[in-house]
């Protein structure tokens, strides 16, 4: 890239934010253009599901800000519809074409359909955006009858533990063995205990058999047989990458995108792909690709991703992170690093550290309300699992590089 | 890259919002140097980051779960 160019951002979440500003460190002195579907500046979406859906705080407290001036173009309430990497062009609504020399697609994830689910009616919701935490909101305040989530992933709870703090009643339904259980038994025991010492309800090994909705009232009938009438229902089962717009481009979108250990986009070489749409080996655990639907992961991806578009497909150098991540339940602060999802079999390290081991190696860590123990166990993994040599090492030079690699493993 | 070059005409001040902080560490993974989630539970940070760690707070304030942390100055606003 260079002076007079042009870098189209699509996307303006945390991702799009984070590799504009690292675009401009690096000197990008060009044109850049933010397309965004929502009509906000990139704010703090970890706080959709706790403080603005709990209204404790604005969504104006939730701006992002750029550490670095951006002088961009930012084009919000826009949603991208088409890509066409031969002319490199974003189509627009209204047939505007934006051309490119270099993309970052940055588009993210969208909240999961369930089946059967009455998606039309205004006490159903999902929980991505500001405007969908005040659509909550309205139904909260349209009704004392309880609220209802459908889904004990990491939002599920966080909404549920929201709801009890605004003195909601709330029930959390999903067919697992128990919340949060993808990060191991004993931590599924804690958020279990954490949730019902709150006193919100669980229906698990459950889904919902009827929805029942008439104007007054809004239920729903359990596999459990437990009928729950509600004043709301949360979808939280999940995400699916927002590439739809990508269809015809010519890029493998059969899980977010494709890309390169660089985040370049399988084949491309003016486009990079940021955030929980990019699906990347990460050669620190393997060569499969894989997405990483984490908030930080969005921060160091997107920064990554800048630096490969600038230094260009042949000299770009593999994003190798470990991944961190974190939610919080009332007062417990709940830390994740590495690939919980990899491991056969979890091990309790110390009290509150379950790790995760793959064919006798730890690839990841989770810790319950241990902050000091995640710091250690983190450096603890990073040693274990060192980021190969950042250069691609020369034939002739391959054999000790390797070696080097073997003798820290 | 003139934004780059351009000196610096304000120092820089980190600063904590305490109601927002929630004390999972990541301030101190990213900036060592700047930030320390004491003992007791306590995040103790320098109020006035040198030149030289300008990064590592910048870092820490991206990364910041919480968004609680401010870094103001020490570049051309």
Redesign the interface.
């Known amino acids: 890239m260079s002076d007079g160019d042009r870098i189209v951002i699509v996307g303006a979440g945390v991702a799009g934010l984070r590799a504009a500003e690292r675009l401009r460190e690096l000197g990008f002195d060009g044109e850049l253009v933010i397309i965004g579907d929502e009509a906000r500046k990139p704010y703090h979406r970890p706080s959709v599901s706790k403080q603005l859906v709990m209204g404790t705080a604005r969504p104006s407290d939730m701006t992002l800000h750029a550490y670095t001036d951006l002088d961009a173009r930012w084009r919000l309430g826009t949603r991208a519809t088409h890509l066409d990497t031969a002319e490199r062009v974003v189509h627009l609504p209204g047939v505007e074409q934006l051309w490119y020399d270099g993309l970052v697609i940055a588009t993210g994830v969208v909240p999961r359909h369930l089946p059967g689910a009455m998606r039309h009616d205004p006490r159903v919701r999902v929980l991505r955006t500001v405007d969908d935490a005040l659509a909550v909101r309205r139904a909260l305040a349209a009704s004392t009858r309880p609220a209802v989530v459908i889904g004990t992933g990491l939002i599920g709870c966080e909404f549920a533990a929201s709801m009890r703090q605004l003195g909601r009643d709330v029930t959390l339904v999903g067919h697992a063995r128990a919340p949060l259980y993808r990060f191991g038994p004993a931590i599924a025991d804690s958020v279990s205990r954490l949730l019902a010492g709150h006193r919100a309800k669980l229906a698990m090994k459950s889904e919902i058999r009827h929805w029942i909705s008439t104007k007054e009232t809004f239920g729903l009938h359990l596999t459990n047989n437990q009928l729950v009438v509600a004043s709301c229902v949360v979808l939280a089962i999940g995400s699916v990458p927002a590439v739809d717009w990508l269809r015809g481009s010519g890029l493998d979108i059969s899980d977010g995108v494709l890309c390169e250990p660089t985040l370049f986009a399988e084949g491309a070489d003016d486009v990079v792909v940021a955030g929980d749409t990019a699906r990347w080996p990460n050669l620190r655990f393997d060569e499969v690709p894989r997405r990483v639907e984490h908030w930080l992961n969005a921060v160091e991806s997107a920064r990554a991703a800048a630096e490969s578009l600038l230094a260009g497909r042949a000299a770009a150098t593999p994003f190798t992170p470990l991944p961190r991540a974190w939610s919080s339940l009332y007062d417990v602060r709940l830390q994740m690093a590495g690939l919980p999802a990899l491991a056969e079999d979890t091990v309790q390290l110390d009290r509150d550290v379950t790790g995760f081991v793959r064919a006798g190696e730890l690839v990841g860590v989770c810790t319950w309300d241990r902050p000091h123990a995640m710091m250690r166990w983190t450096a603890e993994l990073e040693r274990r699992l060192p980021a190969p040599a950042t250069t691609p090492a020369p034939a002739h030079a391959a054999s000790t590089a390797g070696i080097t690699r073997l003798a820290t493993v | 890259?003139?934004?780059?070059r351009r000196k610096s005409r304000t120092r820089a001040r980190l600063s904590v919002d305490n109601e927002r902080c929630?004390?999972?560490?990541?301030c101190?993974?990213e900036a060592p140097a700047l930030f320390e989630?004491g003992?007791d539970g306590r995040l103790r940070y320098r109020r006035q980051p040198a030149a030289g760690e300008l990064t590592q707070a910048?870092a820490a304030?991206?990364?910041c779960?919480m968004?609680a942390i401010e870094?103001r100055g020490g570049?051309?606003e």
């Open positions: 890259m003139s934004r780059l929630e004390l999972f560490g990541i101190e993974w989630l003992r910048a304030a991206r990364c779960p968004q870094l570049d051309d």
